[in-house]
């Protein structure tokens, strides 16, 4: 008995003695409408790798909401392959249903599925099922539990604020955090939206002074327009970007001044390419030793 998803697939693939010619490699992460988890494109990971291995062409379809411009479920020609292989997730609902319609003429697996109701059209549908749970065998390890992955990239807390009417006219908050958010998310990192703000009523929030220094005592970065924002990073030794959103400087400004951390950027001067030269200082070894100077850890 294969109790490794991919091996128990590629046993089907093989089975009748021709491997497919072409396999169209699909999911949850497929649907235009549906949602791509870490988990959904672990194991699409894991399971291309395996298809390769063996020697076996195949093509992926993602959502065009997630990959604009890659081969999605529309685009794909039902007749250019012979086999449709659905990976994680749940076989269930009118959105799987489909899948079976539109490629009516290839053979259908799924693997590394639950199996919610064995009677819905979305899982009879299929050829075969190696589950990863919801049948009566064994249940079987997940699919992006082995999945190759790269190097994990930095966690960067982001600590940004939007308020402070009494700068008046100076304020630059909308346009510096437009800026800094747009800039993050081109980068290859874990961002952490966090608020120095405390609250015991709602658990999104820290609770405790504590709490908060714990959250960027984890982090690799932080990038805040919050005074406290600096000054608490660099308490717990945590290298931090500093962005003051006040048109001339203020108490950002007069902060990092006050304890000599160079990575402060000027609202006037925000920019990419500014962003890019401290982000890169931060997270080298110069920048960590510098904010470690500061931690009163």
């Given at each position: 008995?294969h109790h490794?998803?991919?091996?128990?697939?590629l046993?089907t693939?093989?089975?009748p003695?021709?491997?497919?010619?072409?396999?169209?490699?699909?999911?949850?992460?497929?649907?235009?409408?549906?949602?791509a988890?870490a988990?959904?494109?672990l194991?699409q990971r894991h399971?291309?790798a395996?298809?390769t291995?063996?020697?076996?062409?195949?093509?992926?379809?993602w959502?065009?909401?997630?990959r604009p411009g890659?081969?999605s479920?529309?685009?794909?020609?039902p007749?250019?392959?012979?086999?449709?292989?659905f990976?994680c997730?749940?076989?269930?609902g009118?959105?799987?249903?489909?899948?079976?319609a539109?490629?009516?003429?290839c053979?259908?697996l799924?693997?590394?599925?639950?199996?919610?109701?064995?009677a819905?059209?979305?899982?009879?549908?299929?050829?075969?099922?190696?589950?990863?749970?919801?049948t009566a065998a064994?249940?079987r390890?997940?699919?992006?539990?082995?999945?190759?992955v790269?190097?994990?990239?930095?966690v960067?807390?982001?600590?940004?604020?939007?308020?402070?009417?009494?700068?008046g006219?100076r304020r630059?908050h909308a346009?510096?955090?437009?800026t800094?958010?747009s800039?993050?998310?081109?980068?290859?990192?874990t961002?952490v939206p966090?608020e120095?703000?405390?609250?015991?009523?709602?658990?999104r929030?820290?609770?405790t002074a504590?709490q908060?220094?714990?959250?960027?005592a984890?982090c690799?970065v932080?990038?805040t327009?919050r005074l406290?924002?600096?000054?608490l990073a660099?308490?717990?030794?945590?290298?931090?970007?500093a962005?003051?959103?006040?048109?001339?400087?203020?108490?950002?400004t007069?902060?990092a001044r006050?304890?000599?951390w160079?990575?402060?950027?000027?609202?006037d001067?925000?920019?990419?390419?500014?962003?890019?030269?401290?982000?890169?200082w931060a997270l080298?070894g110069?920048g960590r030793?510098?904010?470690?100077r500061?931690?009163?850890?």
């Amino acid at each position: 008995m294969h109790h490794d998803v991919p091996a128990a697939v590629l046993h089907t693939l093989r089975a009748p003695g021709r491997p497919p010619e072409k396999l169209l490699l699909t999911g949850w992460f497929s649907f235009r409408d549906g949602e791509a988890t870490a988990g959904d494109v672990l194991a699409q990971r894991h399971m291309s790798a395996a298809l390769t291995g063996a020697g076996i062409p195949h093509d992926t379809a993602w959502s065009p909401g997630f990959r604009p411009g890659a081969l999605s479920l529309e685009t794909a020609d039902p007749g250019a392959y012979d086999t449709l292989l659905f990976v994680c997730g749940p076989v269930h609902g009118p959105q799987v249903a489909a899948l079976h319609a539109r490629f009516r003429s290839c053979t259908r697996l799924a693997a590394g599925v639950s199996v919610v109701d064995p009677a819905d059209p979305a899982a009879t549908g299929f050829h075969t099922i190696v589950a990863r749970d919801g049948t009566a065998a064994p249940a079987r390890r997940d699919l992006a539990a082995d999945a190759p992955v790269g190097p994990l990239p930095p966690v960067a807390a982001v600590v940004l604020s939007s308020g402070q009417g009494e700068y008046g006219a100076r304020r630059r908050h909308a346009e510096v955090n437009d800026t800094i958010t747009s800039w993050l998310a081109g980068q290859d990192c874990t961002r952490v939206p966090a608020e120095t703000r405390l609250a015991v009523d709602d658990w999104r929030l820290c609770a405790t002074a504590e709490q908060f220094l714990a959250l960027v005592a984890r982090c690799d970065v932080v990038v805040t327009t919050r005074l406290h924002g600096l000054v608490l990073a660099l308490r717990t030794g945590t290298p931090v970007i500093a962005v003051d959103p006040v048109a001339g400087g203020a108490k950002v400004t007069a902060q990092a001044r006050a304890v000599g951390w160079p990575a402060l950027v000027a609202a006037d001067a925000l920019s990419p390419s500014l962003l890019d030269h401290w982000w890169g200082w931060a997270l080298s070894g110069a920048g960590r030793t510098a904010a470690a100077r500061h931690s009163t850890r």
